[in-house]
């Protein structure tokens, strides 16, 4: 059955970098756009952007432009994210989701990894 | 940035019942609103895109509508296994952005 499968927890000091991977089965992994959401403690979700694996195009929130990347390596079907420069607020889970897009028509992020908790504490 | 609100931020209701959740955006945009569903520890849930088309395996009692800027997401015959929060969630520009959430609780 198609499923993602993160990477695990990940405990980090401020100021340190932290990589997310994100490991895709049971489907045809370009034939998707993977997103990035975080969820920190207790709150809702925030988007960080997302990558077109097959093209490698990317579109980063403005919020974390130079501070996340996002790439990925379709010969494992392995998405990644990489956060650099981290702080306390950067405690959350981090998600990745697919999402199936045909021209302007979008289909919703219906596979979700079952997250990274990111722990930045000194 | 697009703000989703979405209203009421929690809710109690009786099994059976009929319960609808309000999103509305800051600004108007077609159809691109996603709905989903988050069970306490657990990853979120598709249950409707482009606003109102119902997620492959996900129960009719769900459904979406939507009127200008403001969404709804309508649960018939609210059942036990429906204690969740709700999210709404933007697809129309960048950055995406979600609802605050809603807390369906089952009296």
């Known amino acids: 059955q198609a499923q993602l499968v993160q990477s695990g927890a990940e405990v980090k000091k401020p100021g340190a970098s932290v990589k997310v991977s994100c490991k895709a089965s049971g489907f045809t992994f370009t034939g998707y756009y993977v997103h990035w959401v975080r969820q920190a403690p207790g709150q809702g979700f925030e988007w960080l952007g997302w990558?077109?694996?097959?093209?490698?195009?990317?579109k980063v929130s403005q919020k974390f432009q130079g501070r996340v990347t996002m790439t990925g390596d379709t010969s494992i079907t392995t998405a990644y994210m990489d956060v650099t420069s981290l702080t306390s607020d950067d405690t959350a889970i981090y998600y990745c989701?697919?999402?199936?897009?045909?021209?302007?028509?979008?289909?919703?992020?219906?596979?979700w990894g079952q997250g990274t908790t990111v722990t930045v504490s000194s | 940035d697009i703000q989703m609100t979405q209203s009421p931020s929690s809710l109690s209701a009786s099994v059976g019942d009929r319960v609808t959740i309000t999103c509305r955006a800051s600004q108007s945009f077609n159809r691109h609103l996603n709905w989903y569903q988050q069970k306490s520890g657990k990853a979120p849930k598709l249950l409707i895109y482009a606003a109102s088309t119902l997620q492959s395996g996900v129960p009719s009692r769900f459904s979406g509508g939507d009127s200008g800027t403001e969404f709804t997401l309508t649960i018939s015959n609210l059942q036990p296994e429906d204690l969740a929060t709700y999210y709404c969630q933007q697809s129309f520009t960048s950055p995406l952005t979600f609802g605050q959430g809603t807390k369906v609780e089952i009296k």
């Open positions: 989701a697919r999402e199936r897009v045909a021209g302007t028509y979008y289909y919703g992020m219906d596979l």
């Open positions: 990558i077109n694996v097959k093209s490698g195009a990317t």
